[in-house]
Protein backbone atom coordinates (compact mmCIF):
# COMPACT_ATOMS: atom_id res chain seq x y z
CA UNK A 1 0.00 0.00 0.00
CA UNK A 2 0.97 3.58 -0.64
CA UNK A 3 0.40 6.50 2.09
CA UNK A 4 0.00 9.81 0.70
CA UNK A 5 0.23 12.36 3.65
CA UNK A 6 -1.77 15.23 3.73
CA UNK A 7 -1.55 16.30 7.53
CA UNK A 8 0.32 19.10 8.28
CA UNK A 9 3.07 18.55 11.44
CA UNK A 10 2.19 22.29 12.41
CA UNK A 11 -1.22 23.40 11.63
CA UNK A 12 0.30 27.22 10.69
CA UNK A 13 2.54 25.30 8.30
CA UNK A 14 0.27 23.01 6.11
CA UNK A 15 2.73 23.17 3.17
CA UNK A 16 1.42 19.58 1.51
CA UNK A 17 -2.58 20.98 1.85
CA UNK A 18 -1.38 24.66 0.24
CA UNK A 19 0.28 22.61 -2.76
CA UNK A 20 -2.85 20.86 -3.36
CA UNK A 21 -5.48 23.46 -2.79
CA UNK A 22 -3.74 25.76 -5.19
CA UNK A 23 -4.46 22.93 -8.06
CA UNK A 24 -6.81 20.68 -6.78
CA UNK A 25 -7.11 19.23 -10.53
CA UNK A 26 -3.31 18.27 -11.15
CA UNK A 27 -2.88 16.94 -7.26
CA UNK A 28 -6.25 14.29 -7.51
CA UNK A 29 -4.96 13.21 -11.55
CA UNK A 30 -1.76 12.48 -9.81
CA UNK A 31 -3.86 10.37 -6.81
CA UNK A 32 -5.47 8.48 -9.75
CA UNK A 33 -2.68 7.42 -11.23
CA UNK A 34 -1.33 5.88 -8.38
CA UNK A 35 -4.62 4.28 -6.94
CA UNK A 36 -4.87 2.77 -10.67
CA UNK A 37 -1.33 0.90 -10.32
CA UNK A 38 -2.14 0.03 -6.85
CA UNK A 39 -3.86 0.27 -3.72
CA UNK A 40 -3.73 4.25 -2.58
CA UNK A 41 -4.62 5.83 0.79
CA UNK A 42 -4.79 9.33 1.48
CA UNK A 43 -4.71 11.01 4.54
CA UNK A 44 -6.37 14.48 5.26
CA UNK A 45 -7.54 16.65 8.04
CA UNK A 46 -11.06 15.66 9.07
CA UNK A 47 -12.48 18.93 8.18
CA UNK A 48 -11.25 18.97 4.35
CA UNK A 49 -14.52 17.41 3.69
CA UNK A 50 -14.37 18.95 -0.14
CA UNK A 51 -11.23 17.56 -0.73
CA UNK A 52 -11.90 13.99 1.16
CA UNK A 53 -15.00 13.56 -1.34
CA UNK A 54 -12.97 14.28 -4.15
CA UNK A 55 -10.20 12.10 -3.14
CA UNK A 56 -12.42 8.98 -2.50
CA UNK A 57 -13.95 9.61 -6.43
CA UNK A 58 -10.13 8.60 -7.81
CA UNK A 59 -10.28 5.29 -5.79
CA UNK A 60 -8.00 5.99 -3.24
CA UNK A 61 -8.94 5.42 -0.04
CA UNK A 62 -9.58 8.48 1.76
CA UNK A 63 -8.75 8.59 5.64
CA UNK A 64 -10.03 12.17 7.38
CA UNK A 65 -8.25 12.42 10.60
CA UNK A 66 -8.15 14.60 13.70
CA UNK A 67 -5.99 17.58 13.02
CA UNK A 68 -5.73 18.73 16.57
CA UNK A 69 -1.79 17.69 16.33
CA UNK A 70 0.44 17.05 13.98
CA UNK A 71 3.75 15.44 14.92
CA UNK A 72 2.88 12.25 14.95
CA UNK A 73 1.61 12.32 11.22
CA UNK A 74 5.55 11.95 10.82
CA UNK A 75 5.76 8.25 11.47
CA UNK A 76 4.34 5.88 9.66
CA UNK A 77 3.71 3.10 11.42
CA UNK A 78 1.10 5.68 13.12
CA UNK A 79 -0.47 6.38 9.22
CA UNK A 80 -1.04 2.95 9.13
CA UNK A 81 -3.33 2.68 12.01
CA UNK A 82 -5.13 5.79 10.74
CA UNK A 83 -5.46 3.67 7.65
CA UNK A 84 -6.59 0.80 9.68
CA UNK A 85 -9.23 2.92 11.24
CA UNK A 86 -7.73 3.48 14.73
CA UNK A 87 -5.87 6.12 16.74
CA UNK A 88 -2.51 7.18 15.26
CA UNK A 89 -0.50 5.50 17.61
CA UNK A 90 3.07 5.20 16.96
CA UNK A 91 4.18 1.56 16.97
CA UNK A 92 7.84 2.63 16.62
CA UNK A 93 9.91 4.52 14.50
CA UNK A 94 8.84 4.76 10.50
CA UNK A 95 11.10 2.03 9.49
CA UNK A 96 9.05 -0.33 10.95
CA UNK A 97 6.31 0.48 8.46
CA UNK A 98 5.21 -1.93 5.58
CA UNK A 99 3.56 0.90 3.67
CA UNK A 100 5.33 3.14 1.31
CA UNK A 101 4.57 6.75 2.85
CA UNK A 102 4.99 9.65 0.35
CA UNK A 103 4.23 13.05 1.35
CA UNK A 104 1.80 15.48 -0.42
CA UNK A 105 4.49 17.97 -1.51
CA UNK A 106 6.91 15.03 -2.80
CA UNK A 107 4.08 13.75 -4.58
CA UNK A 108 2.83 17.51 -6.19
CA UNK A 109 6.34 19.08 -6.30
CA UNK A 110 8.22 16.43 -7.47
CA UNK A 111 11.30 18.45 -6.87
CA UNK A 112 14.24 17.44 -4.33
CA UNK A 113 15.96 19.94 -5.53
CA UNK A 114 13.87 22.92 -3.61
CA UNK A 115 11.82 23.02 -0.36
CA UNK A 116 8.45 24.85 0.51
CA UNK A 117 9.30 26.36 3.99
CA UNK A 118 6.56 28.35 6.03
CA UNK A 119 8.19 31.33 8.34
CA UNK A 120 6.33 31.93 11.51
CA UNK A 121 3.95 33.80 11.01
CA UNK A 122 3.92 34.18 7.52
CA UNK A 123 0.52 34.04 5.16
CA UNK A 124 2.42 31.88 2.38
CA UNK A 125 5.49 29.42 2.03
CA UNK A 126 7.80 30.11 0.26
CA UNK A 127 10.68 27.88 -1.59
CA UNK A 128 14.12 27.49 -0.98
CA UNK A 129 16.92 24.87 -2.13
CA UNK A 130 16.76 21.90 -0.10
CA UNK A 131 20.60 21.92 0.38
CA UNK A 132 21.51 25.64 0.91
CA UNK A 133 22.90 27.75 3.93
CA UNK A 134 21.32 29.83 6.84
CA UNK A 135 22.50 32.83 4.97
CA UNK A 136 20.43 32.07 1.76
CA UNK A 137 17.82 30.95 3.93
CA UNK A 138 17.29 34.01 5.92
CA UNK A 139 17.92 35.81 2.41
CA UNK A 140 14.54 34.08 0.74
CA UNK A 141 12.58 34.64 4.17
CA UNK A 142 13.41 38.35 3.78
CA UNK A 143 15.37 38.72 6.96
CA UNK A 144 18.87 40.46 7.40
CA UNK A 145 21.38 37.93 8.68
CA UNK A 146 22.77 40.77 10.68
CA UNK A 147 19.46 40.79 12.35
CA UNK A 148 19.40 36.83 13.78
CA UNK A 149 20.23 35.41 16.82
CA UNK A 150 19.71 31.68 15.45
CA UNK A 151 17.10 30.18 12.67
CA UNK A 152 15.38 26.91 14.25
CA UNK A 153 13.78 24.08 11.78
CA UNK A 154 10.67 22.53 13.50
CA UNK A 155 9.89 18.90 13.35
CA UNK A 156 10.93 16.77 12.28
CA UNK A 157 14.16 17.96 11.35
CA UNK A 158 14.24 19.96 15.07
CA UNK A 159 17.81 21.57 14.33
CA UNK A 160 19.05 25.44 15.51
CA UNK A 161 21.51 27.41 13.39
CA UNK A 162 22.85 29.84 15.43
CA UNK A 163 24.24 33.00 13.92
CA UNK A 164 28.44 31.73 14.02
CA UNK A 165 27.24 28.97 11.54
CA UNK A 166 24.93 30.52 9.37
CA UNK A 167 27.72 29.98 6.70
CA UNK A 168 27.55 26.45 6.67
CA UNK A 169 25.86 24.11 4.29
CA UNK A 170 22.65 23.10 5.76
CA UNK A 171 20.05 20.83 4.65
CA UNK A 172 16.10 21.90 4.76
CA UNK A 173 13.38 19.21 6.00
CA UNK A 174 11.24 20.97 8.07
CA UNK A 175 7.99 22.72 6.84
CA UNK A 176 8.15 25.35 9.62
CA UNK A 177 11.03 27.91 10.03
CA UNK A 178 11.57 30.27 12.68
CA UNK A 179 13.68 32.85 12.89
CA UNK A 180 15.38 34.72 16.54
CA UNK A 181 16.67 37.74 16.61
CA UNK A 182 18.81 39.58 19.68
CA UNK A 183 15.23 40.52 21.03
CA UNK A 184 14.47 36.90 21.36
CA UNK A 185 15.38 35.10 24.23
CA UNK A 186 16.59 31.32 23.50
CA UNK A 187 15.47 30.30 27.03
CA UNK A 188 11.55 31.36 26.16
CA UNK A 189 12.13 29.85 22.87
CA UNK A 190 13.35 26.79 24.36
CA UNK A 191 10.30 26.35 26.42
CA UNK A 192 8.04 27.00 23.90
CA UNK A 193 9.60 24.37 21.95
CA UNK A 194 9.29 21.91 24.57
CA UNK A 195 5.95 22.78 25.61
CA UNK A 196 4.78 21.84 21.76
CA UNK A 197 6.54 18.66 21.82
CA UNK A 198 5.18 17.91 25.08
CA UNK A 199 1.67 18.13 23.68
CA UNK A 200 2.36 16.45 20.91
CA UNK A 201 3.83 13.13 22.60
CA UNK A 202 2.04 10.21 22.42
CA UNK A 203 2.49 8.81 26.21
CA UNK A 204 3.34 4.91 25.22
CA UNK A 205 6.70 4.95 25.75
CA UNK A 206 8.39 6.15 29.48
CA UNK A 207 11.18 8.24 27.78
CA UNK A 208 8.94 9.98 25.24
CA UNK A 209 6.32 10.71 27.98
CA UNK A 210 8.35 11.28 31.12
CA UNK A 211 11.30 12.76 29.57
CA UNK A 212 8.84 15.38 27.18
CA UNK A 213 7.62 16.17 30.43
CA UNK A 214 11.00 16.18 32.65
CA UNK A 215 12.68 18.84 29.97
CA UNK A 216 9.45 20.71 29.83
CA UNK A 217 9.36 21.29 33.21
CA UNK A 218 12.60 22.32 33.51
CA UNK A 219 12.57 24.92 30.36
CA UNK A 220 9.46 26.33 32.19
CA UNK A 221 11.36 26.63 35.99
CA UNK A 222 14.24 28.54 33.79
CA UNK A 223 11.93 31.02 32.39
CA UNK A 224 9.65 31.65 35.18
CA UNK A 225 12.57 32.29 38.04
CA UNK A 226 12.55 28.57 39.20
CA UNK A 227 15.86 27.10 37.49
CA UNK A 228 18.45 25.46 38.96
CA UNK A 229 22.00 24.29 38.45
CA UNK A 230 21.27 20.97 38.67
CA UNK A 231 18.48 20.96 36.16
CA UNK A 232 21.36 21.35 33.76
CA UNK A 233 23.02 18.43 34.14
CA UNK A 234 19.71 16.21 34.27
CA UNK A 235 18.84 17.69 30.94
CA UNK A 236 22.66 16.97 29.99
CA UNK A 237 22.27 12.90 30.95
CA UNK A 238 18.35 12.79 30.35
CA UNK A 239 18.59 13.67 26.13
CA UNK A 240 21.53 11.14 24.89
CA UNK A 241 19.30 8.66 26.73
CA UNK A 242 16.06 9.79 25.46
CA UNK A 243 17.24 10.43 22.11
CA UNK A 244 18.43 6.23 21.82
CA UNK A 245 15.30 4.90 23.86
CA UNK A 246 12.33 7.52 22.85
CA UNK A 247 10.12 4.61 20.68
CA UNK A 248 9.09 6.96 18.17
CA UNK A 249 10.63 10.12 16.64
CA UNK A 250 8.95 12.73 18.36
CA UNK A 251 10.88 11.73 21.29
CA UNK A 252 14.29 11.27 19.35
CA UNK A 253 14.02 14.74 17.96
CA UNK A 254 12.85 16.00 21.39
CA UNK A 255 16.04 15.01 23.11
CA UNK A 256 18.37 16.13 20.20
CA UNK A 257 16.80 19.78 19.88
CA UNK A 258 17.02 20.10 23.74
CA UNK A 259 20.91 18.90 23.79
CA UNK A 260 21.44 21.57 20.81
CA UNK A 261 20.07 24.24 22.28
CA UNK A 262 21.69 23.91 25.28
CA UNK A 263 25.45 23.38 23.41
CA UNK A 264 24.66 26.57 21.43
CA UNK A 265 23.05 29.04 23.79
CA UNK A 266 23.71 27.45 27.36
CA UNK A 267 25.30 30.75 28.34
CA UNK A 268 22.35 32.68 27.63
CA UNK A 269 19.91 30.11 28.98
CA UNK A 270 21.52 29.90 32.50
CA UNK A 271 22.19 33.64 33.16
CA UNK A 272 18.61 32.89 34.36
CA UNK A 273 19.90 30.64 37.03
CA UNK A 274 23.11 32.12 38.12
CA UNK A 275 22.70 35.90 37.10
CA UNK A 276 18.70 35.90 37.85
CA UNK A 277 18.75 37.62 35.06
CA UNK A 278 17.06 37.47 31.24
CA UNK A 279 19.74 38.96 28.91
CA UNK A 280 17.13 39.75 26.41
CA UNK A 281 14.54 40.92 28.41
CA UNK A 282 11.94 38.63 27.18
CA UNK A 283 10.93 36.24 29.88
CA UNK A 284 8.44 38.12 32.05
CA UNK A 285 9.29 36.83 35.23
CA UNK A 286 12.60 38.54 34.99
CA UNK A 287 10.80 41.54 34.24
CA UNK A 288 10.75 44.40 36.40
CA UNK A 289 8.75 47.76 36.79
CA UNK A 290 10.32 51.24 37.89
CA UNK A 291 9.18 55.15 37.82
CA UNK A 292 11.36 57.15 35.65
CA UNK A 293 12.60 60.30 38.18
CA UNK A 294 12.86 62.28 35.31
CA UNK A 295 8.88 61.86 34.12
CA UNK A 296 7.14 60.77 37.40
CA UNK A 297 5.32 64.77 38.81
CA UNK A 298 4.13 62.57 41.80
CA UNK A 299 -0.28 62.78 40.63
CA UNK A 300 -0.55 59.42 42.80
CA UNK A 301 -2.94 57.71 40.16
CA UNK A 302 -0.39 54.50 40.35
CA UNK A 303 -0.29 54.77 44.37
CA UNK A 304 -3.93 54.26 43.87
CA UNK A 305 -4.26 51.79 41.28
CA UNK A 306 -1.77 49.27 43.33
CA UNK A 307 -3.79 46.74 45.28
CA UNK A 308 -0.48 45.70 47.03
CA UNK A 309 0.42 49.01 48.24
CA UNK A 310 3.95 48.62 46.89
CA UNK A 311 4.21 51.75 45.75
CA UNK A 312 6.16 54.79 47.90
CA UNK A 313 5.26 58.07 47.33
CA UNK A 314 2.84 61.66 48.08
CA UNK A 315 2.31 64.47 46.31
CA UNK A 316 5.06 66.28 44.52
CA UNK A 317 7.53 63.70 45.72
CA UNK A 318 8.70 61.35 42.91
CA UNK A 319 7.14 57.98 43.63
CA UNK A 320 9.56 54.53 43.90
CA UNK A 321 8.23 50.77 43.53
CA UNK A 322 9.38 48.41 46.57
CA UNK A 323 10.67 45.37 44.08
CA UNK A 324 10.17 42.95 46.90
CA UNK A 325 6.46 43.58 47.49
CA UNK A 326 5.55 44.16 43.98
CA UNK A 327 3.63 41.36 42.33
CA UNK A 328 4.16 42.45 38.72
CA UNK A 329 0.72 42.76 38.08
CA UNK A 330 0.89 45.85 35.45
CA UNK A 331 -2.07 48.35 36.88
CA UNK A 332 0.51 50.91 37.59
CA UNK A 333 1.80 50.65 34.17
CA UNK A 334 -2.02 51.42 32.73
CA UNK A 335 -2.53 53.99 35.12
CA UNK A 336 0.30 56.44 34.69
CA UNK A 337 -0.72 58.96 31.99
CA UNK A 338 2.93 60.25 31.57
CA UNK A 339 4.54 57.56 31.37
CA UNK A 340 6.62 57.49 33.89
CA UNK A 341 6.33 53.57 34.35
CA UNK A 342 8.52 51.20 32.47
CA UNK A 343 8.98 47.75 32.51
CA UNK A 344 13.07 46.50 32.70
CA UNK A 345 14.90 43.66 31.88
CA UNK A 346 18.95 43.27 32.59
CA UNK A 347 19.28 46.90 32.28
CA UNK A 348 17.38 48.73 34.93
CA UNK A 349 16.91 52.44 34.93
CA UNK A 350 18.29 54.47 38.15
CA UNK A 351 15.67 55.23 40.75
CA UNK A 352 16.05 56.98 44.26
CA UNK A 353 15.79 54.36 46.87
CA UNK A 354 12.96 56.44 48.68
CA UNK A 355 10.56 59.17 47.53
CA UNK A 356 12.30 62.65 46.99
CA UNK A 357 10.47 65.76 46.25
CA UNK A 358 10.51 66.89 42.10
CA UNK A 359 12.56 69.56 41.37
CA UNK A 360 11.86 72.45 39.28
CA UNK A 361 11.98 71.44 35.88
Known amino acids: ?20 KANVEAGLAKISELAAAGE ?16 AETGAKACPTDGSFGFVYSNATALERVVA ?7 GTSERAEA ?3 SGEALLSGDDATKLVWAAGAEAPVSVPAHTTGEALLAALGVEASEAKAVYLGFPQGAFVDAAHLADELDVAS ?4 VYTQKNCMANALFEICDRYRKETCGHCVFGHEGSYQLDVIASDICHK ?45 QHFTKKVCPAGECQAYMTYHILPTKCIGCGECVDACE ?16 KACTKCGACLSACEEGAIIMAGADKPRTPPRPIPIRKR
Open 85 to 91: GEKPVPQ
Open 226 to 270: KGRPAQVDLVRDLTPVMAEQSLCEVGQTMARTVAAAFDLFGDEIE
Open 40 to 55: VAVVLPANETELLAKV
Open 100 to 102: TVV
Open 308 to 323: EEAILGKPRFIHVIDQ
Open 175 to 178: DYVR
Open 1 to 20: MTIINFMPAYAEAPVSLHLL
